[in-house]
């Protein structure tokens, strides 16, 4: 049996939204400095004629900035569990060199690891499916959320953290909402118990394409909470352990339902809830183990040129927290392995 926590978590890594109110020590602002050494170290990779997946931190010196992101890295680790880099005008790249940018951010971060089965390590987020699931049903014909324009209800990723640089934001719409998933754990300890047994069993995920076969749900039953070597971690997705539990000919129970509905509807609930709006060259660090992002749908401009853009990493941290072998083979893949690349 699974140890289980029966006491709140406490410190930085259980807060609500409304803990935020006038309170936005959670951006980083990049400085002119930490600018000119970004520049720098793209610029060099740019003449060497080095792009993304062809060089490692070594080549990307950030002399000052550097030690600043492993501190950003430690708070995202091991402190509220998020951050928002701000400061990085995306106009004074094309996409490519941004890219570069990005990837050898990435490489101060940890292990990038692949993202979908084309074994993708530097992914892009826009409406690929042009409108077509506007009012969701995407997981049921394996299509991921990231690549339509519709509404992602609170989840959790399969990495450590997730990281999204912002370079174009929709016509309308498309915010980001970060819900922690260590208070409504706390929540769900106060006013329903019950529900922790459920939570702390597991689930078959369907894997919605990103194990080793099309078809496939998880071999483990991963808990939506995992309490392993004293740390508290989530993965949560309400419909991808409804379509687990479907093709898995597992039906949930009335408790299981009732305990994710509840999830749910806590990670929902507008206390919990920061609201980030993206701005042109914002990067976001979200830790899947104790957040829960989602997205509001949203308006493409019709220039396709002008479409929502983000590009996304998924990064293992060094040294990252330790995970239950059940819940961290989250794809098949072993622990804390990434999609496996079958095209």
Known sequence: MPEVLRQPVTGPSAWKGTDFINDESWIFQLTDNDLRELNTATQALKERGLKPLEFTKADFPLPTLGPKIEKVLHEVEYGRGFVLLRGLNVDDYDLDTLKVLYWGLGTHLGEIISQ???GDLLGVVTDFENGRYADGGYYE?????HRTN?????????SDVVGLMCVRPAKSGGY?????????????LATRPEFIEPLTSGFHFDLIGKGTKAIEVSNSKIPVYSYFEGILSCRFN???????????????TQLQQDAIDYVRELSVREDFLLHMDFKPGDIQLLNNHCTLHARTAYEDH?????????LRLWVNVPNGRPLAPEFADRLNTGGRGGVTKRY
């Open 116 to 118: 979908n089965s084309q």
């Open 141 to 145: 014909e394996n299509v991921r959320g």
């Open 150 to 158: 519709a509404f992602l209800r609170p989840h959790s990723d399969s």
């Open 176 to 188: 980001s909402m970060v819900s922690n998933s260590m208070a409504i754990y706390n929540e769900i």
């Open 238 to 252: 309400k419909k991808q352990i409804e379509l687990g539990a479907d093709k898995a000919g597992i039906p949930l």
């Open 302 to 310: 019709d220039d396709p040129a002008k479409k929502r853009f983000l």
